[in-house]
Structure formats: C-alpha cells, structure tokens
T-cell receptor
Framework: GAGVSQSPRYKVTKRGQDVALRCDPISGHVSLYWYRQALGQGPEFLTYFNYEAQQDKSGLPNDRFSAERPEGSISTLTIQRTEQRDSAMYRC???????????????FGPGTRLTVL | GQNIDQPTEMTATEGAIVQINCTYQTSGFNGLFWYQQHAGEAPTFLSYNVLDGLEEKGRFSSFLSRSKGYSYLLLKELQMKDSASYLCAVRGIYGGSQGNLIFGKGTKLSVKP
C-alpha cells in the first residue's frame, strides 16, 4: 500500500519568504507527526496531531512555525519569514493504531529538503 | 532532561556480528525503538522493546534493560546493504502510545568486504 508522502521533495526559498510543506499520511492513520532532521542527526520532534487536533506543539522552535490538519488527514507545516537556520530536512510520520507487535510505531515519509538562501 | 547516547560511527566486516549500544535518560519511558536509515532515505522501523529482555527478528535482535537505561541492537551475518545509520529512539509517557519519539543522533555503520 501507499506510504507517507510529502511534497515538495525539495524547496529552495529566499530568506524572509513563507513556505508550506505538505504531508499525506498513510490512509487511516490517526496520528501524524512532524520532525526536523539535520544532517548526521536523528529526527527532532516538532508537533503532532490526533485526527485534526494538535496534541503537542512543544517542539516548534518559535512562533514562525505552525501546523494544521483541518480534516484529520493531510497536514501542512508552515514556516513564516524563513531564516537560513531553518534549512533542514522536514519529515512527517504517521502512526498505526493497534499494531502492538510493532509498538504502534511511526512510519516516516521521504521528507522535504528545505534550503533557505 | 532527555538524553539518548549512541556511538557516532562503527565499522564491521561482512559476515561478522556487530552490537550497537544505546543509553538513555528520559523523564518517562514507554518503549524503545530502533530504526535503520540509509543515506538520503527515510528511517524505517527495525524493532521495538518495552519489556526487559531480547527480541529477535531474523538477523536483527534488540535488547532492553529498563533499570539500566540501556539497549543494544545486534546485527548478525552482516551484509554490505546493512551499511546505514541506526537510530535509537525512546517514546515518552505523554500521550500513551501516541507520544512522540526522542531520537539519538544515530550510529553510522560501515560494513567492509
């Protein structure tokens, strides 16, 4: 079946511009997570949703970052007034429910590589 | 605070066995995961431990000791395709099984012929 998809795969933008990154989770997955991954590092948690409700946004670096999932499926991570330090791989993951054999693990998408010039 | 430590890099020989260690200090514990990540690709699930002991899955095994805050991933009969980064991740107690994962920095494993 289809996995987690993200678009665009690559985004180059100029400092000060706004960007919107899209995540399409595995069909039927209730929970959706956003992570940021720097080169040579593990993913760093940003925020997550159950259905359309944002459950935890403690990992968002500042108020330039926001996320939504209005219909409980596709999610958008928006970064306003981008800065060079925002350059990173942004990964989305969705979680299976009741997959106890795998600990309800999260399945990751291919990511969006954001470069802020 | 939250801290997960694992070696930065390891090298091993094709056909050999390698053990990748992970120690953690987190404010809560609700499971430990190992992921494999090939260069330029998404992390993929390898194993899950929530109780002490060894979980075996083919060439891969993972061990957990909650009292010691310690886990290891054991890879047997190494193949060249096992060259990748291996990520240790702990799930916190917030949100039950829905909680976010806290990742270590990953161990880059290079398998040599």
């Amino acid at each position: 079946g289809a996995g987690v998809s993200q678009s665009p795969r690559y985004k180059v933008t100029k400092r000060g511009q706004d960007v919107a990154l899209r995540c399409d989770p595995i069909s039927g997955h209730v929970s959706l997570y956003w992570y940021r991954q720097a080169l040579g590092q593990g993913p760093e948690f940003l925020t997550y949703f159950n259905y359309e409700a944002q459950q935890d946004k403690s990992g968002l670096p500042n108020d330039r970052f926001s996320a939504e999932r209005p219909e409980g499926s596709i999610s958008t991570l928006t970064i306003q007034r981008t800065e060079q330090r925002d350059s990173a791989m942004y990964r989305c993951a969705s979680r299976s429910f009741g997959d106890s054999g795998r600990g309800d693990t999260q399945y990751f998408g291919p990511g969006t590589r954001l470069t802020v010039l | 605070g939250q801290n997960i430590d694992q070696p930065t890099e390891m090298t091993a020989t094709e056909g050999a066995i390698v053990q990748i260690n992970c120690t953690y200090q987190t404010s809560g514990f609700n499971g430990l995961f190992w992921y494999q990540q090939h260069a330029g690709e998404a992390p993929t699930f390898l194993s899950y431990n929530v109780l002490d002991g060894l979980e075996e899955k083919g060439r891969f095994s993972s061990f957990l000791s909650r009292s010691k805050g310690y886990s290891y991933l054991l890879l047997k009969e190494l193949q060249m395709k096992d060259s990748a980064s291996y990520l240790c991740a702990v799930r916190g107690i917030y949100g039950g099984s829905q909680g976010n994962l806290i990742f270590g920095k990953g161990t880059k494993l290079s398998v040599k012929p």
